[in-house]
Nanobody, 116 residues
Framework: QVQLVESGGGLVQAGGSLTLSCTASGMWFSIVVMGWYRRTPGNQRELVASITREGTTNYADSVKGRFTISRDNAEDTVYLQMNSLKAEDTAVYYC??????????WGQGTQVTVSS
């Protein structure tokens, strides 16, 4: 079955950096889009960033200029480099993949906590 394994979350001071990674396995179809959502302590859900197989990226306005998404198609892995972290970036970050049929699969989530 499809499995998405995330890593890289943790506790960091404001202004610091973290890199999240997510590797997918068990995919039956080619992954078209990979990306990250987050859910804040206030239960707000937000698309943080996404990237297509061709490398086209999309970012939430709140993270533009601070976060960078990239992927390794050969390894079915997506990365999220997060710089200049702010307290409001504190959330559970969820990796997702989307196939050409529009089917989405999700990771288990990784906690990112930014202390001010």
């Amino acid at each position: 079955q499809v499995q998405l394994v995330e890593s890289g979350g943790g506790l960091v001071q404001a202004g610091g950096s973290l890199t999240l990674s997510c590797t997918a396995s068990g995919m039956w179809f080619s992954i078209v889009v990979m990306g990250w959502y987050r859910r804040t302590p206030g239960n707000q859900r937000e698309l943080v960033a996404s990237i297509t197989r061709e490398g086209t990226t999309n970012y939430a306005d709140s993270v533009k200029g601070r976060f960078t998404i990239s992927r390794d198609n050969a390894e079915d892995t997506v990365y999220l480099q997060m710089n200049s972290l702010k307290a409001e970036d504190t959330a559970v970050y969820y990796c997702y993949t989307e196939s050409g049929l529009g089917v989405r699969d999700w990771g288990q989530g990784t906690q990112v906590t930014v202390s001010s």
